[in-house]
């Protein structure tokens, strides 16, 4: 008699199973990236693999097609969807630069703050890659306080993040002494006043630049009425100031000039578009959206109809 597993291997969708596996070798996926991405559990998955899974077969496989045809479908949009370009120098992303370079060269404190989209981030690692000795940690509401910003911290820097704060504070101490390097906070405004004091304590005990990145409420923090208790120490240190609240007309500019876009009433709609919440990153979106529904160039009209896709207000 056919023992069980061949009998279970029989009912086994052989083409599945062989498009699965070559996915995985191509792609170099673990059963763990495979099952986190078609929900199918680690424990089951590994039983289907090598077909001896003894439950339902069914809902396994279903998941698993469910995944492969997500994985085509989205392997075809990235393929029709155009490319935006990797870096436009704008007017707002040089003062960024500027200040970031700044506070290296000087090991002095920049803080850049303003909306969203106007691309801060974007510069921020354009001059990470331009410069030795830029680490770049993202703050957010769940490491606002100084052991885990700290602890982020240290992540970032390739050293050991666990043990007592004081510990992790003076390996962090070490490794950026001597460095001329320059410690960039993004989405700063997420820091408690503790966390921006140990931020600034690291940056008076190693010697290094300190840029904080982020949101109006960054500056609002150092400059409120709590400013003589809490940040008057992190306040006298700064040495750069840069404010963007929205894009310039010029940074929009400088983008549709990437875009190729010159059609002069294409440009007045994407300046409107510029204008509005998510800014320059709202516009790069709908360029690169516009461009597909054109399959090339776009014009006004699909401008407008990506915009509107998008859904972005009229």
């Not at 700044?102 to 803080?111: C, G, I, K, Y």
Request: proline residues 3%; positive net charge; glycine residues 8%.
């Amino acid at each position: 008699m056919t023992d069980n597993v061949t009998q279970l291997g029989n009912r086994f969708d052989q083409q599945l199973l062989a498009e699965v596996r070559q996915v995985m070798k191509s792609e170099g996926l673990s059963q763990s990236q495979v099952s986190s991405q078609s929900g199918v559990s680690k424990t089951r998955l590994n039983h289907w693999l090598a077909e001896k899974y003894t439950g339902s077969i069914a809902p396994i496989e279903t998941d698993l097609k469910r995944w492969l045809e997500s994985r085509r479908a989205n392997a075809d949009l990235q393929e029709r969807l155009p490319g935006a370009p990797e870096w436009v120098e704008t007017p707002s992303a040089r003062s960024v630069i500027s200040a970031l370079a700044f506070a290296q060269m000087a090991e002095a404190v920049s803080v850049v703050y303003g909306g969203a989209g106007v691309g801060k981030t974007l510069a921020i690692r354009q001059y990470r890659e331009q410069a030795p000795n830029v680490w770049v940690v993202t703050a957010t509401p769940a490491s606002s306080a100084p052991g885990s910003i700290l602890t982020r911290i240290a992540q970032v820097l390739g050293i050991r993040a666990s043990g007592a704060v004081h510990v992790v504070e003076a390996n962090i101490i070490e490794r950026l002494r001597d460095t001329r390097g320059l410690l960039v906070i993004d989405e700063a405004q997420h820091l408690t006043s503790r966390a921006l004091d140990a931020v600034r304590s690291l940056h008076d005990a190693a010697g290094v630049g300190l840029a904080l990145v982020g949101n109006e409420v960054v500056y609002a923090q150092l400059t409120g009425g709590s400013r003589s208790v809490g940040f008057a120490q992190l306040f006298s240190r700064i040495a750069k100031r840069v404010r963007l609240s929205r894009p310039q007309a010029s940074d929009i500019d400088a983008l549709l000039d990437a875009w190729s876009i010159a059609s002069a009433d294409a440009r007045r709609v994407c300046h409107e578009i510029g204008r509005r919440p998510g800014a320059l990153r709202g516009l790069s979106q709908t360029l690169r959206l516009a461009s597909l529904f054109a399959s090339g160039q776009p014009g006004t009209e699909h401008i407008r109809a990506a915009w509107k896709d998008l859904g972005g207000e009229a």
